[in-house]
């Protein structure tokens, strides 16, 4: 089967709505295989609960490899340990094809918020509820907000949205006090002087927000995560397909045009084999899994 493949056009779902990292990075790799390898790929955006719709659609899809799926942290390695109900297994239903890259969480406020740090909104946090963003229930930013709150004792509300753009909308406008987001649907806001950063999730700095202090140099070295984003297929598909997928995936992204997208876009490059991408997942899903576990987080 792989020797005819492709022979028609692939679909790409994203299991978000426009506006945000998963969007960014879904039809970033469905540009390059089209421009580069010469395939035909277009991007479905199929959002709602948590990514759980799209993730769905392409774990029941043919195993064909005419349906891929871009996973990342929250579908993949959070939501089979929050939701308990799903009639779709991601663990089960889907397997890794390639890695993308990771970046971190960023912790954003309006730039006139009066919150300047965040030592400033635990203090504010202790004496009255706050509310913060996130993408959805089960997403990576609900888990750093839950874990922060865990780690302080602050009164921190949950408003889950349907994804990034929707969220980030309601802290442009100042319906909520802050939100956890990625790089990728950060930066052009606080590029554009419109949102202030005050913490990055990783163990180290990022390159692109260097004077950003990081929450461990903080006062929280356990608070350390980083989120990822990487193409699935449903379980089953061909090896030789899913082996081709890899290896034209990683070649159409490894170009100092892609290096330079990831480097604005605040995502550190990973393309590496299938093996080493079901390692990966493997080790996230552990420590998301514990998060989920230590925090007590719950779908809203």
């Known amino acids: 089967m792989a020797d005819n493949y492709p022979s028609k056009t692939i679909r790409l779902i994203a299991p978000s709505p426009p506006g945000g990292g998963t969007d960014a990075m879904s039809r970033l790799v469905a540009s390059r295989l089209t421009e580069k390898a010469k395939w035909q790929v277009f991007v479905e955006n199929v959002p709602g609960a948590g990514n759980n719709i799209g993730l769905r659609a392409g774990a029941k899809a043919a195993p064909d490899g005419y349906t891929l799926v871009m996973g990342e942290t929250s579908n993949l390695a959070v939501n089979p340990y929050l939701y308990k109900n799903l009639d779709f297994s991601a663990v089960d239903d889907l397997v890794p094809v390639a890695l993308m890259g990771t970046g971190p969480l960023v912790l954003i406020v309006r730039t006139e918020s009066r919150f300047d740090s965040l030592a400033s909104i635990i203090q504010a946090g202790k004496k009255n509820d ?43 406008g100042g319906q909520v006090d802050l939100y956890f987001a990625s790089l990728t649907a950060s930066l052009p806001h606080i590029a554009a002087g419109k949102l202030r950063p005050l913490a990055v999730s990783t163990e180290k700095r990022h390159s692109a927000l260097p004077q950003v202090a990081t929450l461990a140099e903080l006062g929280f070295p356990d608070l350390t995560y980083s989120a990822f984003y990487g193409v699935v297929a449903p379980a089953r598909t061909p090896e030789g397909v899913l082996d ?50 230590k925090t007590g987080a719950t779908v809203d």
């Open 130 to 172: 706050l509310f913060y963003a996130s993408s959805g229930s089960g997403t990576v930013g609900h888990l750093v907000a839950e874990s922060l709150r865990d780690a302080t004792g602050v009164k921190l509300q949950h408003i889950p949205y349907k994804g990034a753009g929707p969220a980030m909308n309601d802290l442009l």
């Open 244 to 293: 081709l997928l890899n290896k034209q995936i990683n070649s159409s992204l490894d170009t100092d045009e892609v290096r330079a997208v990831f480097a604005r876009q605040g995502i550190t490059p990973q393309l590496i084999s299938r093996s080493q991408f079901a390692s990966f997942l493997a080790a996230e899903r552990a420590k998301w899994s514990a998060v989920v576990k």
